[in-house]
Nanobody, 126 residues
Framework: QLPLVESGGGLVQPGGSQRLSCAASGFNLDYYSIGWFRQAPGKAREGVSCISREDGRPYYVGSVKGRFTMSRDNAKNTLYLQMNSLKPEDTAVYYC???????????????????WGQGTQVTVSS
């Protein structure tokens, strides 16, 4: 069983909403910081958000702040990324990944994450 599995992607119209899930197995999400990343065709991978193991707070990059929200369901050992007011530029494959030590200054760089999910496609188009 894969440690992290994303789901919830699909086609959504601009201005719409989508909720992605990141289900963890084989480990407790509480012991790790979990980040969301995305990669659009022809573009570099981009950090989106991360929930810190140290203080439990979610952190967001500027391009999604106010539109995206991370939450968790401890009973299901699952994290969610609620995406609202979606724009065509949000189109990408979205990945979740885990890391032990969180840093607010570089969580979005994708460094020192030891497991990555397989990704889920989000397409924002009319």
């Amino acid at each position: 069983q894969l440690p992290l599995v994303e789901s919830g992607g699909g086609l959504v119209q601009p201005g719409g909403s989508q909720r992605l899930s990141c289900a963890a197995s084989g480990f407790n999400l509480d012991y790790y910081s979990i980040g969301w990343f995305r990669q659009a065709p022809g573009k570099a991978r981009e950090g989106v958000s991360c929930i810190s193991r140290e203080d439990g707070r979610p952190y967001y990059v500027g391009s999604v702040k106010g539109r995206f929200t991370m939450s968790r369901d401890n009973a299901k050992n699952t994290l969610y990324l609620q995406m609202n007011s979606l724009k065509p530029e949000d189109t990408a494959v979205y990945y979740c990944a885990r890391k032990k030590r969180f840093s607010a200054s570089d969580y979005q760089l994708g460094l020192n994450y030891d497991y990555w999910g397989q990704g889920t496609q989000v397409t924002v188009s009319s």
